[in-house]
C-alpha cells in the first residue's frame, strides 16, 4: 500500500530564510503528488500539485522519483506562511484512482518575525 | 457558491448514540469524499462517491456508512458511536478536470465520543 511521509511535525524558521518541508513516498507505480495547505482558521485547500508543475506564493515542489520524494521549498519565508502543510499522494493510474488521497502527518510551519 | 459545507461544526455523542454528518456541495461535482484525521495524524479516507448512487470504502470504513442519493448530498453515518471515532471528519469534492484536480474541502465537524 502507498505511505506518505513527513518526516517534521513542526518547523520553525525566520522571516526571509529558506524553508523546506520534506515528503517522502512509498508506492511501486508512478504517483502524483500534491501539497495541501490549511492557514490558521482557513479550509485544507491545495497549494500546488506535481501535474501543474507551477510556482504558487513562492513555493515549489519537485518529485525526485530516485528519492521518492516531493518536498516543498521556499527561497524567502515569509510571516503569512504559517501554517500546516499536507503532502498527499494519488495513484497514478488515472482510470481507477478517483482521485482518492493518501495524506502525510502533516508540518506545522512557523516563521518567525 | 458556498462550495462545501458540512454540518454540525461540533458534537459530543455518548458511546452507542448514532449521528449522521451532512455534507453538501454546489459545484456540481461528481466525486466526493469523507476523511477523518485523528490528532497528529494525516487525513484517512472513509468513504468516497463518484456519482449519485455510487459508493465505495476507502481506508478506515468500519463502523461508517454513506449514501449518495443528489449530487450535492453525501451524508455520513455513525450507527453505534464508539471512543475510536473520536475525530475530526472533513468532507471534500473532487473539481472537474479529471482525478488529479483540486478536491475543495468543508470546515470539518469536530466529533467526541465519551
Known amino acids: 500500500a502507498q505511505r506518505v511521509t513527513q518526516p517534521e511535525k513542526l518547523l520553525s524558521v525566520f522571516k526571509g530564510a529558506p524553508v523546506e518541508l520534506k515528503c517522502n513516498y512509498s508506492y511501486s507505480g508512478s504517483p502524483e503528488l500534491f501539497w495541501y495547505v490549511q492557514y490558521s482558521r482557513q479550509r485544507l485547500q491545495l497549494l500546488l500539485r506535481?501535474?501543474s508543475r507551477e510556482s504558487i506564493k513562492g513555493f515549489t515542489a519537485d518529485l525526485n522519483k530516485g528519492e521518492t520524494s516531493f518536498h516543498l521549498k521556499k527561497p524567502f519565508a515569509q510571516e503569512e506562511d504559517s501554517a500546516m502543510y499536507y503532502c498527499?499522494?494519488?495513484?497514478?493510474?488515472?482510470?481507477?484512482?478517483?482521485?482518492?488521497?493518501?495524506f502525510g502527518q502533516g508540518t506545522i510551519l512557523t516563521v518567525h518575525p | 457558491n458556498a462550495g462545501v459545507t458540512q454540518t454540525p461544526k461540533f458534537r459530543i455523542l455518548k458511546i452507542g448514540q448514532s449521528m449522521t454528518l451532512q455534507c453538501t456541495q454546489d459545484m456540481n461535482h461528481n466525486y466526493m469524499y469523507w476523511y477523518r484525521q485523528d490528532p497528529g495524524m494525516g487525513l484517512k479516507l472513509i468513504y468516497y462517491?463518484?456519482?449519485?448512487?455510487?459508493?465505495d470504502k476507502g481506508e478506515v470504513p468500519n463502523g461508517y456508512n454513506v449514501s449518495r442519493s443528489t449530487t450535492e448530498d453525501f451524508p455520513l453515518r455513525l450507527e453505534l458511536a464508539a471512543p475510536s471515532q473520536t475525530s475530526v471528519y472533513f468532507c471534500?469534492?473532487?473539481?472537474?478536470?479529471?482525478?488529479?484536480?483540486?478536491?475543495?474541502f468543508g470546515p470539518g465537524t469536530r466529533l467526541t465520543v465519551l
Open positions: 506535481h501535474i
Open positions: 462517491s463518484v456519482g449519485a448512487g455510487i459508493t
Open positions: 498527499a499522494l494519488a495513484l497514478g493510474d488515472g482510470g481507477t484512482s478517483y482521485g482518492k488521497l493518501t
Open positions: 471534500a469534492s473532487l473539481g472537474a478536470g479529471g482525478p488529479y484536480n483540486e478536491q475543495f
